[in-house]
């Protein structure tokens, strides 16, 4: 079965200081992979997502994901985070041809940024 | 664009009575997803939609809970005799129903059951 694991519930970085939210996921094959993002009060938004090709992958506001298969893994990296980046971010994967949007979501992982 | 509306925002039901939540997709958007979020279990997909047909309720509890969506522009969640381990936020998304479509999603209903 797929599963997604996200180890980290709580992150808190330094304004200016570079990201990394970890995201490991179960499959055998390839799958779809997503990070989707929750600010408060807000809907869940997409932050970038990987199907083929480059296994780096750029998203929006700087934000970029590395797939490795080897490792089942499909971090989130950020070089400089800002006070707006606080919030929380889900990574998903989908497997399903015929149901893309069939996510499994991650817990979660809230991030906090520190002025 | 207004995006995926969602109402109500909040709901508050007693138990055992029935609540019946509405989603409003993107318009041209011919996808329809519900998730159901909650602090123990997080994001859990419920069922989908795709030009009104149901195609996946693998999610969706057995009893009490049915979705519909009796034309393009609508969906609706009901969920009969509440339970207070019903209360949970549930979200609904749509997309365009190509294949590797993000999907957007609505702010989400609060259900409350007491």
């Known amino acids: 079965a797929q599963s997604v694991t996200q180890p980290d519930a709580r992150v808190t970085v330094s304004e200016g200081a570079s990201l990394q939210l970890r995201c490991k996921y179960s499959?055998?094959?390839?799958?779809?992979l997503f990070w989707y993002v929750q600010y408060p009060r807000q809907g869940l938004q997409l932050l970038l997502k990987?199907?083929?090709?480059?296994?780096v992958v750029q998203g929006v506001n700087g934000f970029e994901a590395e797939f490795i298969k080897s490792n089942s893994s499909f971090h989130l990296r950020k070089a400089s985070v800002h006070w707006s980046d606080s919030a929380v971010y889900f990574c998903?994967?989908?497997?399903?041809?015929?149901?893309?949007?069939?996510?499994?979501f991650g817990q979660g992982t809230k991030l906090s940024i520190k002025p | 664009n207004a995006g995926v509306i969602q109402t109500p925002r909040h709901k508050v039901t007693g138990k055992g009575q029935e609540a019946t939540l509405w989603c409003e997709p993107i318009?041209?958007?011919?996808?329809v997803f519900w998730y159901r979020q909650t602090i123990v279990q997080g994001l859990e997909f419920l069922t989908y939609?795709?030009?009104?047909?149901?195609?996946?309720d693998s999610g969706m509890p057995k009893e009490r809970f049915s979705a519909q969506m009796p034309n393009q522009s609508h969906s609706t969640l009901k969920i009969q005799s509440t339970q207070p381990q019903d209360s949970a936020v549930y979200l609904c998304?749509?997309?365009?129903?190509?294949?590797?479509?993000?999907?957007?999603f609505g702010h989400g209903t609060k259900l409350s059951v007491l």
């Open positions: 998304a749509s997309s365009l129903g190509v294949s590797n479509e993000r999907l957007f």
């Open positions: 499959y055998s094959g390839t799958p779809y």
């Open positions: 990987y199907y083929s090709g480059d296994p």
């Open positions: 998903a994967v989908s497997a399903l041809w015929y149901n893309q949007g069939k996510l499994i």
């Open positions: 318009s041209g958007h011919s996808a």
């Open positions: 939609f795709r030009n009104q047909a149901p195609i996946d």
